[in-house]
């Protein structure tokens, strides 16, 4: 236990050290011990795809442990879709199996001669050969190296013939439909020639006060199971945001041209449960069961199962694409999940192209004799294929977006809406003050995940969110007072969930119901014995945000990145709050109070006192070196 294991691929040899007290202490685990191990190992120089990239892979502090939803797990590395932070949370088993085959952490470094897969069990790792797996699928490559390793129980994190050819926005894909989806992670472990991770264990997980942290999790399990978020979770898991963006005239469409669409009602969320669910799934130890399970008759008549989707693939195919029908929906989904393209990254693509077709900036010369019109089934699906395949328009947007706009010429870049690189999904917060002020400063680029103060969307009264955050928040979601309390709350707080392997969707971050800080406080002193102040551990999450902006220092990133798309700056057209945009003064100064509140400069640089605080002074002097005076 508390193992990191570095994998030299090159020379096939494995190393095997313990994670050192003070680094777990000060990053816990997951998306913080990565977030770590990546500023050190690599730099502004570093080719994404080149074998001086790492992938790391980090189990959260609880993952894998008694605790409810404990799943959690985070590939890292620089991305080859943005040219700077990669990192992605996944859900599923893999991240338990890993803890109960021995490791916490995985470092791959270089890249193997042939292709291999990994082979993580009781302590060992042996690289296998993975040549056989080339014309599989992402499920079948999952069930041939289960068959191949002779267990069923087996869990395996693969890439599909999108990673494999090192598509930029490939993804790492688990079971159906658990992806550690964002920043083209799919795209690094392929360019080391690796196809898979496949993992399997017996160990106990040791437990510092187990009666304590039986007690913890009953508590806890009783407070998640007696909430709302519950309910809405466990009915529609993410659809449900389907619905609501719909009602409350901000679902986003056509490529973000209009905050609202008049799709037919097919799009649904209660339509899809009632025809074409047939089960939900639930990750490791989660009461929840928010993932669903679908059958659907597909246009050539070939009956087939998946696993989901999940909101941002319905969104960003239906109102985004203009896909009105739930069979495209999902064949587009499963397509994805099949080849591992990341969904959100995929629908955008596609919508951009769409609106470039629209506006005649691209025609079928360009797009491989595609037509593609909004909602066209062939349309979306021939994109798609095009990607995987490398070739017509996809071979342009295969090395994503930047390198597809520059080709393509004719302004086409102004069309593609994004946040440091990364496409923004498919609802349109463009109303929501803290929500494009999250947007604007992620870490990763455009992310929900990770910045997205969620709570803004239910009009809380500001006595409850003065109780949670420390300052009252304006129930009044377009109000920019005090916002920038709320952005850094949820990055803190979300950082801190991936550095623990907690889901979001179990936490405050969804509804005031569920579990926060104190809650993860608990489980954290039941579970390992250490000791932190709720304040300590929100410290943590501010250490490891403040990390990440380092790394977009070093790559020269600033305030001029730090921006919402364009088109939100122009007004919605249609609803109850048509003409809302953001104002571009109101929000420069939210952005200011956001900097000094973090203790950054007026550029978003952190400042020397800020890094002291949080004992990155070290870091603070690489970037400065690396980057001149003035840069922290
Ligand atoms: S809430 Fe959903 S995504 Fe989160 S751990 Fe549970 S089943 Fe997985």
Redesign the pocket.
Known sequence: MNKLATIDLDRRQVTVEEIAPDLRRRFLGGRGINTHLLFHAVDEHTDPLGPGNVLLFGTGLLTGLPWV?A??SSFSAKSPETGHLGDSAG??HFGAEVRFAGFDHLVLRNRAAEPVYLWVHDGQIELRDARHLEALTLTDTQDAIKHELGDTRVQVAAIGPAGRRCVRWACIMHTMA?AWGRTGMGAVMGSKNVWAIAARGGATLPVADPAALAKVTRTHYEQITRSKGFLA??SY?TLVRLNNTRTQGYEGGFNHQRNMTELPGELDADVFLDRYEIAK???????????HVHEVTLRDGTRRRGGGPEYGGAGGWGSQCGAADWRTILEAWDYCNDMGLDVLSATAYTAWLMELYEKGVIGEADTGGLSLRWGDHDAIMGVLRQTVERRGIGALIAEGWMHAARAIGRGAERFFDHVKGLSIECDDVRGHRAQVLGLATSSRGACHLRSRYTLEEFALPSSVTEALIGVPIPSDAASYHNKEHATVWTENVCALADALGA????SKWLSTGLLGVDEFRDAVEAATGMRFTTEELVRVGDRIYNMERLFLVRQGMSRKDDAPPAKFYEPWTHGPRAGTRVEREPFEALLDRYYALRGWDGDGIPTPEALRALGLEREGALVASARGPGRC
Request: aromatic content about 8%; charged content about 15%.
């Open positions: 939803g799943s959690r859900g599923g658990d979770t466990s898991g799934t639930a990750c490791f130890n989660c009461p929840t069961h928010c993932r889901c979001k969707f179990l």
